[in-house]
């Protein structure tokens, strides 16, 4: 691992033993050199954290006893890892093919970037038809962009902080709101960086059927809101 900087992808799962390992699999496919893994297993009660130690390094799995939310595990991963370039990946999800190595490219040649986002393919099931959350209801066509699966330096999460536990859905909007608020450069590519899974257990089918999504939307705009307001406010003191 010494070409380049050090690159973490970061996984967090939650009772996702059926699909973490392609997960995995699709972040050690990845041909950039200086790559680790680091799965947090947010107290799943099957095997997930069984699959993914059974790669050895470069993965490493840690544990948390009791289900803390997605937030916290990640922010675990974060904390553990030791790369200067963060990947987030959803453990039900995978990376495309030469996605970090192009990401990392991006942020070596335009130093004044602090977030990737590349575009999603959604992937279904057998069963599934795409569903309306990934779609774009002005046009109807596919949502391109996905804020949870970024390649972000470490350096932006020093300046503006992790993301907020408080938030059980959308803190991922929330950190890249935070992101914007804080001028930090976000460059959104024409690359299809993830393969988004569609199953019947999405956490965001979840969250729309019972609503946190929208709620964490709205809380979202909110907070942004607040900070625009206070920056406007200390711009004319």
């Known amino acids: 691992m010494t070409e380049g900087p050090v690159v973490t992808v970061v996984i967090p799962v939650l009772n996702g033993e059926q699909f973490v390992g392609d997960a995995i699999e699709s972040a050690l496919a990845q041909d950039h050199p200086a790559l680790e893994v680091v799965v947090v297993d947010d107290g799943s009660t099957d095997r997930s954290a069984a699959v993914a130690e059974a790669f050895g390094p470069p993965v490493r799995v840690l544990r948390h006893p009791e289900n803390l939310g997605l937030p916290s595990a990640r922010n675990t991963a974060i904390d553990a890892g030791a790369g200067s370039i ?33 575009r999603q393919e959604i992937v279904l099931e057998p069963g599934c038809t795409t569903p309306f959350w990934a779609l774009d209801p002005n046009t109807g066509r596919q949502l391109t ?9 470490r350096a932006v999460f020093d300046a503006i902080g992790a993301y907020d536990p408080t938030y059980r859905m959308s803190e991922d909007l929330e950190w890249l709101a935070r992101c914007y608020t804080h001028g930090v450069r976000v460059d959104y590519l024409d690359d299809v960086a993830l393969y988004r899974r569609v199953h019947s257990d999405n956490m965001t089918a979840r969250g729309h059927a019972d609503g946190s999504i929208t709620k964490g939307m709205l809380r979202v705009a909110h907070a942004a809101a607040r900070r625009n307001r206070k920056a406007a406010g200390g711009a004319r003191g």
């Not at 987030?88 to 990737?116: F, I, Q």
């Not at 962009?145 to 330096?153: D, L």
């Open 145 to 153: 962009h996905a804020p949870y699966s970024v390649t972000v330096r």
């Open 86 to 118: 963060l990947v987030m990946l959803d453990a039900d999800d995978r990376l495309a093919p030469g996605c970090v190595g192009r990401h990392v490219a991006h942020l070596r040649d335009h130093p004044d970037t602090g977030v990737v986002l590349g």
